[in-house]
């Protein structure tokens, strides 16, 4: 924990409202807990039969406040001809010929300049930075129990031109408060001694110290337990919402079973459920779905301790105590949630392959595949949509990461603050 966070207890709200929050993801939990903590009373709604059943349930388990390089960039642009004809194995695209995926591809390659990247890299660090004091404060303040660590992170490169790039961007976020460290093979080695079987491959890491780790699940479970515990929340599950009717006085939802449940604000925190919900109120929300893929397995013989991100195979690991969580795939455009054999299979052969001997890939646990919500410039939605709306959604591959610090900000449009 940096000794610069303050953990000391929030603002009272001026006026206390009741507040619906849908969606019971990180993103939902975090905003529930952030507004109960402020004095409102909040119920959270959500389709699934428990918390963070959904795209939060085995997502990557890395928290990231460093790492928020936008996928918008000059080189993503250069690789834009092998994503479209299917020759990176990791990153494939879906597109669709409707007005909305075009105007999704449209904005997506206007943040593709080097200006953009880098504004859109730094505007996502800042939220980083503000979400990892966030909770902070709320894991102190109400014994969250999600398995939180501070392993460090180390991505390594493969190339010298992919080291090379990534020396430019660190030293870009070092001018603006990150603290990364830049290693050639030996020094990475030192750092972990686990990825002394691939010394020979790695060109150059970039590591952090600082960067965490914790089970985005285990998170929800306890935060909803929380929410309970203040009195001011509670959680109203395998409930889905239909709409959501901004004709009266106040906003409503109306539920798949025809119930109508008013507030004084509702706040948006579906993923991509949200964007069909903001439609039917008239507000387009620019976000497509990017399908990832994870499993979980027992550690192997050489576990790397540090959260490690080999960037040439597109694939992460994080040690959840003593399980191996290994995420990876981008499938930009696509809306099937079912897990595809061949797809895993791919996830599986890309993480033998960076570290051979991370996890027992023999016995593995679980597996999951879902869609993160993704924007254009890589950056969640935090704003009122319509009248009593407030959208916190589109947080992409770094929901986990900026969940906290996106509840911190809608609580302050809740409360007029921004």
């Known amino acids: 924990m940096q000794a610069e966070d303050r953990l000391d207890e929030p603002p009272m709200a001026r006026r206390q409202r009741d507040l619906l929050v849908v969606g019971a993801g990180v993103v939902g939990m975090a905003s529930a807990l952030t507004l109960a903590e402020r004095g409102h009373r909040v119920t959270v709604i959500d389709a699934g039969e428990e918390p963070g059943r959904g795209t939060s349930f085995a997502n990557g388990a890395q928290l990231s406040y460093a790492y928020t390089d936008a996928l918008a960039s000059p080189a993503t642009l250069t690789q834009m001809p092998r994503l479209l004809l299917a020759l990176d194995p990791a990153f494939r695209l879906h597109p669709r010929f409707d007005p909305d995926f075009l105007r999704w591809g449209l904005a ?16 996502g660090m800042a939220l980083a930075f503000e979400s990892r004091r966030a909770l902070h404060g709320l894991a102190k303040r109400h014994s969250l129990d999600f398995g939180h660590a501070v392993p460090g992170k180390m991505i390594i490169y493969r190339s010298a031109k992919s080291f090379a790039a990534a020396e430019r961007i660190t030293a870009l976020k070092a001018a603006h408060g990150a603290s990364q460290r830049l290693f050639d093979a030996d020094k990475a ?32 479970a306890s935060a909803a337990a929380a929410l309970t515990k203040t009195g001011r929340g509670k959680m109203l599950l395998r409930t889905g919402v239909a709409r959501i009717d901004i004709a009266g006085p106040r906003p409503a939802a109306i539920t798949d079973r025809g119930h109508r449940i008013e507030a004084d604000r509702i ?128 947080h992409g591959a770094l929901g986990w990461t900026y969940a906290a610090g996106s509840a911190e900000r809608v609580a302050a449009i809740v409360d007029g603050e921004d």
């Open 108 to 123: 997506f390659l206007r943040n593709t300049s080097a200006a953009r990247f880098r504004r859109n890299t730094l505007d």
């Open 189 to 220: 080695v030192a750092i972990e001694p686990m990825l002394a079987s691939i010394r020979s491959a790695i060109a150059g890491a970039v590591y952090t110290d600082s960067e965490e780790v914790g089970d985005p699940y285990r998170f929800c």
């Open 267 to 394: 706040v948006l925190c579906a993923g991509l459920r949200s964007s069909a919900l903001a439609w039917q109120l008239g507000a387009r929300l620019p976000i497509i779905p990017m399908k990832g893929y994870s499993i979980t397995a027992p550690l192997g013989p050489a576990a790397p301790t540090v959260s490690v991100t080999d960037a040439a195979n597109r694939v992460v690991f994080a040690r959840l105590g003593g399980r191996m969580r290994i995420a990876g795939l981008a499938e930009l455009g696509c809306r099937d949630t079912r897990i595809d054999p061949r797809r895993l299979a791919a996830l599986i052969g890309s993480a033998r392959a960076a570290l051979p001997e991370a996890a027992d890939y023999d016995a593995i646990e679980a597996n999951w595949a879902g869609l993160r919500p993704m924007t254009p410039d890589s950056l969640p939605i935090t704003r009122p949509i319509a009248h009593g709306v407030i959208a916190n959604t589109g």
